[in-house]
Nanobody, 119 residues
């Protein structure tokens, strides 16, 4: 298993919360950084959040104060806690290895997990 495996998406009302999980097949300490990305229907994929092997986090402006990226190194898992969800958060969310600026290192993507926010 090489690609991260995402889970935790679903249907939620605006203002609600979801927690996404991303499981990798090796230690997070051996990976420079991991990122969460999303792609809404008809739109480009964009970076949501990033966490380094040292625990430093970065967020896109549109999720600051609402989303939190975290990790459980014992479980090789990266999480994205999403609070105060908005309609515009509806997208397929992906996890991938990230570069120093939050972009993906590799062009291969998994199946992602669908997040749908309703009014």
């Amino acid at each position: 298993q090489v690609q991260p495996v995402e889970s935790g998406g679903g249907l939620v009302q605006a203002g609600g919360s979801l927690r996404l999980s991303c499981v990798v097949s090796r230690s997070l300490f051996s990976i420079r950084a991991m990122g969460w990305y999303r792609q809404a229907l008809g739109k480009q994929r964009e970076m949501v959040a990033r966490i380094t092997s040292g625990g430093t986090t970065n967020y896109a402006d549109f999720v600051k104060g609402r989303f939190t990226i975290s990790r459980d190194t014992a479980k090789n898992t990266v999480y994205l806690q999403m609070n105060s969800l908005k309609l515009e958060d509806t997208a397929v969310y992906y996890c991938n290895f990230a570069d120093d600026y939050g972009g993906p290192i590799f062009g291969s993507w998994g199946q992602g997990t669908q997040v749908t926010v309703s009014s």
